[in-house]
């Protein structure tokens, strides 16, 4: 079945770059995500990238693709307190008409 | 991006009652919405696809008489807890798509939902 792996907390110094790792297991996965979700909150999407893609840039976010490694990374630049969160990696075979399926989510914690 | 409520943020309910979940999509129609459950520092798990008109797709090991959906408009989709149980008690989250079949899907608050 799918799988996807996520460390389960980062912690960073204010204003330098954060990267969070996931790794799947599904090779026929096409789209994958990173979602952030604050404390009480819902999910919030963060970018997505296509599997024929290998890097997303989005401001301050940047995403890394390795297909064949079947590794995702999403580096925060410039890390702030606001950033503070739950970060989940998800896939989604058919771009998201089966449902997501998420990792456990990496919780960043930022030391000032 | 677009709106998707979900309500009650917060129930507490005594054990055999039940519970009713409401998602609502408001600025878009959805004809999928997803409905998800997330343990304390677990991931979040599919329960079921909710489908407008039709019957909901539930993944292996959710029972489908306790956890009822109803998806009857392109914007409302209910899941429904019935005789519920300690052990149900989790984060309930839905996630909605629109019906133009955009990529992002657009999740609501969630639901905290404590059986006591």
């Known amino acids: 079945g799918e799988d996807v792996e996520q460390s389960l907390f980062l912690s960073v110094r204010e204003g330098d770059s954060s990267v969070i790792n996931c790794t799947y297991t599904?090779?026929?996965?096409?789209?994958l995500y990173w979602y952030k979700q604050e404390p009480g909150a819902g999910l919030q999407l963060l970018t997505y990238?296509?599997?024929?893609?290998d890097m997303k840039q989005d401001q301050r976010l940047t995403v890394l693709l390795n297909k064949k490694d079947k590794h995702l990374s999403l580096r925060i630049a410039d890390t702030q307190t606001g950033d503070s969160a739950i970060y989940f990696c998800?896939?989604?075979?058919?771009?998201?008409?089966?449902?997501?399926?998420f990792g456990k989510g990496t919780h960043l914690i930022i030391q000032p | 991006g677009a709106v998707v409520s979900q309500h009650p943020s917060r129930v507490i309910c005594k054990s055999g009652t039940s519970v009713k979940i409401e998602c609502r999509s408001l600025?878009?129609?959805?004809?999928?919405m997803f409905w998800y459950r997330q343990f304390p520092k677990q991931s979040l798990m599919l329960m079921a696809t909710?489908?407008?008109?039709?019957?909901?797709?539930?993944e292996q090991g959710v029972e489908k008489d306790k956890f009822l959906i109803n998806h009857a408009s392109l914007t409302l989709s209910t899941l429904t807890v019935t005789s519920a149980h300690p052990e149900d008690s989790s984060f309930y989250i839905c996630?909605?798509?629109?019906?133009?079949?955009?990529?992002?899907?657009?999740f609501g608050q969630g639901t905290r939902l404590t059986v006591v």
């Open positions: 600025d878009f129609q959805a004809t999928t």
């Open positions: 990238i296509f599997s024929n893609m």
């Open positions: 599904d090779s026929s996965s096409t789209y």
């Open positions: 909710s489908n407008e008109g039709s019957k909901a797709t539930y």
């Open positions: 998800a896939e989604s075979i058919w771009g998201g008409a089966d449902g997501l399926t």
């Open positions: 996630s909605a798509r629109d019906q133009k079949g955009e990529t992002e899907a657009f």
